[in-house]
């Protein structure tokens, strides 16, 4: 089945350490895309990717980086330097350029730092 | 300044009775489409219904149909005879052109809840 994989489903982490959420995508879209969620926020957008070897900053890019290297991986590293780790990250894909393509969403990542 | 204005934080309603969740946008692209995600507390991100920025009609999928009045750039989405599992955040977004491509935007949300 198509779908977008993201590991682990919670990932907790000491203060002071940097930390790789995992995106993978079997839909062979172009774009990629990652958001942060605070609880009963909406979604803000970090980094998003229209192809390989590219990627833009979102909102709230500052103390996150991504690659993409691979059209179907786009992980998201969070560093030391955010300052609110702690939150529920979503990845997401979309493919074409029309503007009736959805975003694919994967399951999301509960991330804690303590 | 938000582009997407959802301005029901939370909503309640009575089971087997129709609900509407507003969405205004703002956006000075001719191209755009609009989107309806429901997210429930498990948080996968699931959509709804898609609405362009050029159809003459108001879409529609099953009990969700989606109040499109382009000149007031509203987009509200409607579900008629609410379920339990209906109860969820509920995000508007749009998809339009920014300098590198295309992008989403999304709203706010609004948490609706669902009565028996």
């Known amino acids: 089945d198509g779908g977008i994989t993201q590991s682990p489903k919670y990932l907790f982490r000491k203060e002071g350490q940097n930390v790789t959420l995992s995106c993978e995508q079997n839909?062979?879209?172009?774009?990629m895309y990652w958001y942060r969620q605070d609880p009963g926020q909406g979604l803000r957008l970090i980094y998003y990717?229209?192809?390989?070897?590219?990627?833009q900053k979102g909102d709230i890019a500052e103390g996150y980086s991504v690659s993409r290297e691979k059209k179907e991986s786009f992980p998201l590293t969070v560093t030391s330097a955010q300052k609110n780790p702690t939150a529920f990250y979503l990845c997401?894909?979309?493919?074409?350029?029309?503007?009736?393509?959805?975003?694919?969403f994967g399951p999301g990542t509960r991330l804690t730092v303590t | 300044a938000q582009k997407i204005t959802q301005t029901q934080p939370g909503m309640f309603v009575q089971e087997k009775e129709a609900v509407t969740l507003d969405c205004t946008y703002d956006?000075?692209?001719?191209?755009?489409?609009l989107f309806w995600y429901k997210q429930p507390s498990s948080g996968e991100m699931i959509f709804l219904i898609y609405?362009?920025?050029?159809?003459?009609q108001n879409a529609t999928e099953g009990r969700y149909s989606l109040n499109f009045q382009k000149a007031r750039k509203s987009a509200n989405l409607v579900i008629s005879a609410s379920q339990l599992g209906d109860s969820a955040m509920y995000f508007c977004?749009?998809?339009?052109?920014?300098?590198?491509?295309?992008?989403?935007?999304f709203g706010p949300g609004t948490r609706l809840s669902v009565l028996p």
């Open positions: 997401a894909s979309s493919t074409g350029t029309g503007f009736s393509y959805e975003q694919y």
């Open positions: 839909l062979n879209h172009d774009a």
């Open positions: 990717s229209q192809i390989v070897n590219d990627f």
């Open positions: 956006t000075s692209d001719p191209s755009y489409g």
């Open positions: 609405q362009g920025s050029y159809d003459q």
């Open positions: 977004a749009m998809r339009e052109i920014d300098n590198y491509g295309q992008n989403f935007v």
